[in-house]
């Protein structure tokens, strides 16, 4: 039997359509590999246990007693020639009840009040612009040995500020290990621009077991004249495999308008956090040196000791338990609080798990 062959242009015709397709398909995937936006979260719910208040024990469910629960996007697209532009917003939420409105039990209790910020970087380092964390807290955060927790270090110890409004942040590329970062955030303050205004910088070195690092952050007073605080930091960690050490010195002065007394204190941790059975068992010493004269009204001391473990039940869930006890004198009123809660009393237990994803 003969057949009749297809004419030569046919073949031609019909596969032109398909390379046309795939390679729509490919560019489609390529663009779509330059772009990408992911969903992510926390939820952290705990039971908190404080006492050492005159009006008794308080005993509750919390949410984010390690961490704040959030949930939040992210995303990158690539613009080309190494230049990549980025945005992060996050918000809170309560896991432990939906009372109050609003209630988001983090951000300052206001949506998408964690974070909500743009950056452009390449090879010029990083430009971040809108409400993020201040520099001097992101490295309390690599630096405590509890990330929260009754055992936080900032019970005691000022967090420059923790987020920032309106604000700028201008990160350079590592250099063998070392990098800085500056930022500074807006007082908005018409026909006062120093009023309320914030300023921050820092040089850090990470390479291997050791990280080390050096902080500035500064407030304006309100009324734009003299500084309401300006903190120092120094700290740092060293793992030696069998333990990691946690240090870190803060110098804190400051003249507040309209406080009786300038600000001048000395804080101290050093702590330890020591790998164990599938987690960590957490310890610190923190303590609070205000040299401000007794005879004033100053001299407002005060000490924590602080016990915790962590341990990971998978990559991301995780339990945790901690004790804080802080002890004021002449006058201090601190408090144990946690990742999201300032504290009733001046000491606390928890016991919770968190989930992330």
């Known amino acids: 039997m003969t057949t009749t062959p297809f004419p030569a242009t046919a073949p031609i015709a019909i596969v032109r359509p398909r390379f046309a397709l795939l390679a729509l398909l490919a560019l489609a995937g390529t663009a779509s590999a330059q772009s990408s936006v992911t969903l992510y979260g926390r939820l952290d719910t705990g039971l908190v246990i404080d006492s050492g208040n005159a009006a008794g024990k308080s005993v509750r469910l919390s949410s984010g007693v390690a961490k704040g629960s ?6 990158t697209e690539d613009l080309g020639d190494g230049y990549k532009a980025a945005f992060q917003i996050e918000t809170g939420y309560c896991s432990d009840s939906a ?18 910020r743009g950056e452009l970087s390449g090879a010029f ?3 971040n612009a809108g409400r993020q964390f201040s520099e001097a807290y992101l490295n309390m955060l690599k630096i405590d040995p509890f990330l929260g927790t009754a055992g936080q270090m900032n019970n005691i110890i000022d967090s420059s500020a923790f987020r920032l409004n309106n604000s700028i942040r201008y990160s350079t590329p590592d250099f063998a290990g070392f990098s800085a970062q500056v930022d500074m955030a807006l007082g908005e303050q018409t026909g006062n621009w120093r009023g309320g ?33 300006r903190n120092v930091q120094l ?23 309209g406080a009786a007394l300038n600000l001048d204190v000395l804080d101290l941790m050093a702590g330890v956090s020591i790998p164990v059975g599938g987690g960590k068992i957490q310890a610190s010493y923190v303590h609070h040196d205000d040299r401000t004269p007794l005879a004033r009204h100053g ?27 802080i002890r004021n004198a002449n006058g201090a009123a601190f408090l144990s609080g946690n990742a999201t809660e300032a504290g009733t009393g001046n000491k606390s237990f928890n016991l919770g798990g968190a989930y992330d994803f």
Do not use: W
Request: hydrophobic content about 35%.
């Open 125 to 127: 380092g990083a430009l």
């Open 99 to 116: 009372a109050g409105a609003p209630n988001f039990c983090s951000g300052s209790n206001n949506f998408m009040g964690r974070q909500a």
């Open 70 to 75: 959030l949930l939040g996007f992210k995303g």
């Open 299 to 325: 001299d407002k001391d005060a000490s924590q000791v602080a016990v915790g473990y962590l341990y990971y039940l998978s990559k991301r869930v995780s339990v945790y338990t901690a004790y804080g006890r």
């Open 197 to 229: 205004r914030e300023l921050g910088g820092s040089l850090t070195y990470g390479s291997g077991p050791a990280y080390a690092d050096l902080v500035l952050y500064q407030v304006n007073n309100p009324n734009g004249i003299g500084l309401a605080r």
């Open 235 to 257: 700290s740092g960690t060293y793992d030696f495999g069998a333990f990691k050490l946690h240090t870190l010195a803060q110098r804190s002065t400051g003249s507040p308008t």
